[in-house]
């Protein structure tokens, strides 16, 4: 008998326990020590051994001009591309989910496409395009006697760019918000003589206010912790926030890490006064919109407007997708910037070296191997959290949700600070690079397999139970093979931030561990743009050939079963 209750314990209280504490390890490691680093870094002088606590980083940041400036640089350029951001994701989001646009289903899928397109490609893309003298767009803007219009060199024109390339987070967070809304609240207030205009400002805005809230707070997080497009379109100008100032700290001999920590702390504090903005707002409020009557939402018609409707998401396509990608394309085939020689040959050149393909080989490597780790976590995680009640687990949720909160540049900051001075040999190695990753990264995967794990009913585990199977049986046999279209789908996710991401990487990367971002930024920085170009195009390429192969990969597992699917009308 007592062997028969060691055996239970050990198939399904064990594999609980051991998940807790691999969990524990996890956050200790590779998210609180890392921000508790940054805090420690940014009081304290390292001398030849002696550490003694000091205040004068923080006096040197606070008596700084440069630093002020660049603290009201990113706060303009942030609050701006969040605002931008929220506007084109709230009107998208309103014609593709509530009105009869033309193409709307089609043109909803394609307007989350720029997520996948690196902010700092973007940034080069719209460098070429909007320059106030070389520019394209300028150009042809000359040509009709309207020279100089366009400036993306600007505090406006940064603002502009990255509000563009943020919108389909607001987007597609609104558009779910939307779709969950009763729409007999909006028919009532028009039935009581509301225009469409007045029930859209007194009725559906304050009923999204905790989506719309949402979406912004993301964007101006993400807006602040940008390193790559501030420094392309802001550089020439000197137009620098707090990201470029950290990275020019970190360039210094010796480098700045208590100005460094300083800084990061500043973009902490942004963040986090974003989210108790945010909740401060909301405090108080009741925004329930989603009852146990069922509803169909009735489609706004546009009438006539519905085809201007969908010129103007084409419009935003255009400009983030298809304008970016042409001219990226044309000066890649280019011997140098508008050289007016453009050949096939220039493009294979500029990806010939070996030097290209060491630093593509490590982007994989660490992409895939970083969104493995990450994906495997989230697993674990969610199963612990919506599976279990052992305690402790709420804790450990927070943990590795903070860092979306956290901007990626002030990640890698702490990450450095802690592993430059360790004994064992991970600064300078990919596996700095990777435990950086799933510190920062496992939060969206955990997300994503989380609000899948919640639809599979409890029942179904308890019925492998049941007939024996052990609780790592059961999720394997069971609970893994319905939640894996969610899986599959945070994979390709991380994989994409993880062959694009540039904020955290340019702190943390040396010559043997150089990404392709890294090597694309470099390109840069000798203003060679028809070579970066070249590399632009190229880490696209390999982020959609591996989105693609995934999902043929997993077709099958992606669509449920025929008597599972929905029956449609007609």
């Known amino acids: ?77 942030s609050v701006g591309a969040a605002l931008v951001a929220t506007a084109i994701g709230v009107v998208l989001a309103w014609l593709f989910v509530r009105t009869n646009t033309v193409g709307r289903s089609f043109l909803e899928v394609v307007c989350q496409l720029p997520i996948f397109i690196p902010p700092f490609v973007g940034a080069v893309a719209w ?46 967070i609104v558009a779910a918000s939307l779709r969950s809304m009763d729409p007999s609240l909006e028919e009532a207030a028009q039935v009581a003589g509301l225009t469409r205009l007045q029930t859209a400002r007194r009725i559906t805005a304050p009923l999204l206010a905790p989506a719309i809230l949402s979406g912004a707070a993301l964007s101006f997080t993400i807006a602040i912790g940008l390193f790559g497009t501030p420094v392309v379109l802001g550089w020439s100008r ?46 108080g409020r009741s925004y329930t919109t989603v009852t146990g009557k069922g509803f169909r939402p009735r489609l706004v018609d546009l009438g006539a407007w519905r085809w201007p409707a ?38 294979i050149a500029s990806l010939s070296s070996d030097d290209v393909w060491f630093t593509l080989r490590n ?24 599976r279990t009640r052992m305690r402790g ?46 510190g920062r990264f496992t939060a969206y995967a955990v ?12 029942e179904l585990e308890e019925s492998a139970r049941v007939c024996g199977y052990g609780a790592i049986r059961t999720f394997w046999h069971i609970t893994l093979p319905l939640i894996l279209p969610s899986i599959v789908a945070a994979w390709l996710l991380l994989f994409s931030f ?38 632009s195009l190229l880490q696209m390429a390999v982020g959609v050939a591996f989105m693609v192969v995934l999902k043929l990969l997993f077709r099958s597992q992606a669509a449920p079963p025929k008597a599972m699917r929905p029956i449609t009308a007609g």
């Not at 024109?157 to 987070?169: H, M, S, W």
């Not at 620098?240 to 001999?253: A, D, F, H, K, P």
């Not at 997300?447 to 409890?458: E, F, T, W």
Request: glycine share 8%; charged share 10%; aromatic share 10%.
């Open 310 to 347: 969908g010129l103007l998401a084409l419009i935003y396509v255009m400009s983030t997708i298809l304008a970016p990608i042409a001219i990226l394309v044309a000066a890649s085939l280019s011997r140098y910037t508008w050289s007016g020689e453009y050949a096939l040959e220039n493009l």
């Open 238 to 283: 000197q137009i620098l926030m707090l990201t470029s100032r950290i990275w020019i700290g970190s360039q210094e001999v010796p480098p700045a890490y208590g100005i460094m920590a300083v800084l990061a702390i500043y973009l902490l504090l942004l963040s986090s006064l974003a989210t108790w903005l945010q909740r401060a707002v909301l405090k």
């Open 127 to 172: 460098a070429l395009l909007a320059a106030p003298r070389s520019g394209v767009l300028n150009r042809l803007l000359a040509a009709v006697g309207a020279p100089g219009m366009l400036d993306v060199y600007s505090p406006l024109g940064i603002l502009i760019v990255i509000g563009l390339y943020l919108a389909p987070y607001v987007m597609m």
């Open 498 to 535: 993880f062959m694009t991401e540039l904020s955290m990487v340019i702190i943390l990367y040396t010559a043997q561990n150089r990404t392709f971002s890294v090597l694309a930024f470099e390109a840069w920085n000798v203003g060679d743009f028809s070579r970066l170009a070249a590399y």
């Open 1 to 77: 008998m007592s062997r028969t209750v060691t055996q239970g314990f050990l198939r399904q209280r064990f594999p609980m326990a051991a998940g807790m504490a691999i969990l524990g390890i996890f956050s200790a490691v590779l998210i609180v020590a890392p921000l508790a680093a940054i805090l420690y870094r940014a009081v304290v002088d390292v001398e030849q051994g002696a550490v003694r606590f000091t205040g004068r980083h923080l006096a040197t940041v606070l008596t700084g001009e440069v630093y002020w400036a660049a603290l009201f640089n990113t706060l303009v350029v």
């Open 447 to 458: 997300r994503s397999i989380s609000a899948s794990l919640i639809q599979v009913h409890p």
């Open 363 to 386: 982007s994989v490597i660490i992409s895939v191997v970083s969104a493995t780790a990450a994906t495997l976590t989230g697993i674990l995680m969610s199963w612990m959290v919506v």
């Open 393 to 438: 687990r709420g804790l450990l949720e927070y943990l590795v949700l903070l860092p979306i909160s956290v901007p990626g540049i002030a990640f890698g900051v702490g990450f450095m600070l802690i592993w430059i001075g360790m004994p064992l040999p991970v600064y300078g190695t990919m596996l700095i690079i990777i435990l950086a990753f799933v």
